[in-house]
């Protein structure tokens, strides 16, 4: 039987530590003669996390292995959000869409919301989940001014940009979004002690 990817994460424990943040290609020349810059961004930008599981037995860890083997190294991928910001701080109730088409590229964005003429329905440093299952793309928002108008509409700023042609009516997840990631390496494997405690820590980064 296949799987089919990308795989959820078992239910529990919730992550012990976790380092999050996002990769960027930039070209940067300097003249050694005036020191004048000429910088080029790149399109490479991909969310990458360090994630670390507390110790449990072997009745949890047996579902950690079971997901870990799944994924036959770097060959399948997973969901995964963001674990310390799961929910947004805004306003924003309901299952958001997009107002209009978006494209490759974009940074700002119009979602349609069920909050009208609310201040604040986003706010800085709140995540979204646009699109599902292997289309499923994590953004940030970025914009420091979110109010909706009569309509619920509301027009934000997003990091990284737009990785994905998106439709009108696409939804908008804001509870628990998640992107898809894939491990950073093929070798991967556990820990235990005399107790049989086991131990798990790995690296990924965002699948495009």
């Known amino acids: 039987m296949a799987h089919e990817f990308p795989l959820s994460l078992p239910a529990t424990p919730a992550f012990s530590n976790s380092s999050w943040g996002m990769k960027r290609s930039v070209a940067v ?15 490479y930008s991909l969310w990458r996390a360090t994630l670390t599981l507390p110790p449990m037995k072997r009745e949890q860890a047996a579902e950690w292995q079971a997901f870990i083997l799944k994924l036959r190294g770097r060959y399948g991928t997973f969901l995964l959000c963001d674990p310390d910001a799961k929910n947004a701080r805004g306003a924003v109730t309901g299952t958001p869409t997009l107002t209009s088409n978006i494209t490759v590229g974009q940074h ?13 329905v986003f706010k800085v440093g709140d995540y979204i989940q646009i699109g599902l299952s292997a289309s499923a793309k994590l953004h940030m928002i970025v914009s420091t001014s979110n109010n909706s108008n009569l309509s619920g509409q509301v027009t934000v700023s997003v990091e990284p940009f737009i990785k994905q042609d998106m439709t009108a009516g696409t939804s908008v997840i804001v509870s628990n979004p998640k992107g898809v990631f894939r491990m950073d390496s093929s070798d991967l494997g556990w820990d235990s002690d005399f107790v049989s405690k086991y131990g798990f820590s790995f690296s990924c980064a965002e699948a495009i």
Request: net charge negative.
């Open 108 to 120: 700002e964005i119009s979602i349609t919301t069920e909050n009208t003429s609310t201040d604040n």
């Open 29 to 43: 020349a300097e003249s050694p003669f005036t020191g004048a810059q000429q910088v080029h961004e790149y399109d």
